[in-house]
T-cell receptor, first 115, second 112 residues
Framework: GAVVSQHPSWVICKSGTSVKIECRSL??????MFWYRQFPKQSLMLMAT?????????EQGVEKDKFLINHASLTLSTLTVTSAHPEDSSFYIC???????????FGPGTRLTVL | TQLLEQSPQFLSIQEGENLTVYCNSS?????LQWYRQEPGEGPVLLVT?????EVKKLKRLTFQFGDARKDSSLHITAAQPGDTGLYLC????????????FGTGTRLKVLA
């Protein structure tokens, strides 16, 4: 149980285009999902907290107009990187929180490369 | 800004040796998780500790949560090459919105 999927697993796009990444909780409902990014050989950095039915909460320094988050259902959150630039190239990972537990379950990550 | 510092950053040891990884903060966390991450994959949860002073064992891994819930340690006994990976601690905070703060990470390499 507690499986989280991400799609796509990797994506290559041209500079200036937009990319959408999906995060799904497959066997549980998640009112809260988190989006992280991870640069090579570094730890995870929280970008934003996605809450079903409400606006996402972004961490300081994360541009909400560039990283659009939509949490339209209890099993799906999407992250759209708009007008991507090479510096947006990174490993993006989501996690989902089942109810009020203290345990978050991670997706397998999405490798984004912007040319 | 809440920070979770892990030490050491890098560790290369021989198979069979013991090691301890530390996770320290000046902030109090409602719970703390330890994860291991392989390259190109998402982190995999090892354990969650909730109570100050709590000790949990998972085979050769022993986890401890500090009495004040500000720090934690991970001890591995008789390390094996399969233990190689990036170890991450993450503290759950309820100040403001509920979220997790990740530690700086410890990269472990166990040589056969």
């Amino acid at each position: 149980g507690a499986v989280v999927s991400q799609h796509p697993s990797w994506v290559i796009c041209k500079s200036g285009t937009s990319v959408k990444i999906e995060c799904r909780s497959l066997d549980f409902q998640a009112t809260t999902m988190f989006w992280y990014r991870q640069f090579p050989k570094q730890s995870l950095m929280l970008m934003a907290t996605s809450n079903e039915g409400s606006k996402a909460t972004y961490e300081q320094g994360v541009e909400k107009d560039k990283f659009l988050i939509n949490h339209a259902s209890l099993t799906l959150s999407t992250l759209t990187v708009t007008s991507a630039h090479p510096e947006d190239s990174s490993f993006y990972i989501c996690s989902a929180l089942p109810g009020a537990t203290d345990t978050q379950y991670f997706g397998p990550g999405t490798r984004l490369t912007v040319l | 800004t809440q920070l979770l510092e892990q030490s050491p950053q890098f560790l290369s040891i021989q198979e069979g040796e013991n090691l301890t990884v530390y996770c320290n903060s000046s902030s109090v966390f409602s719970s703390l998780q330890w994860y291991r991450q392989e390259p190109g994959e998402g982190p995999v949860l090892l354990v969650t500790v909730v109570t100050g002073g709590e000790v949990k064992k998972l085979k050769r891994l022993t986890f401890q949560f500090g009495d004040a819930r500000k720090d934690s340690s991970l001890h591995i006994t008789a390390a094996q090459p399969g233990d190689t990976g990036l170890y991450l601690c993450a503290g759950a905070t309820t100040s403001g919105t509920y979220k997790y703060i990740f530690g700086t990470g410890t990269r472990l390499k166990v040589l056969a």
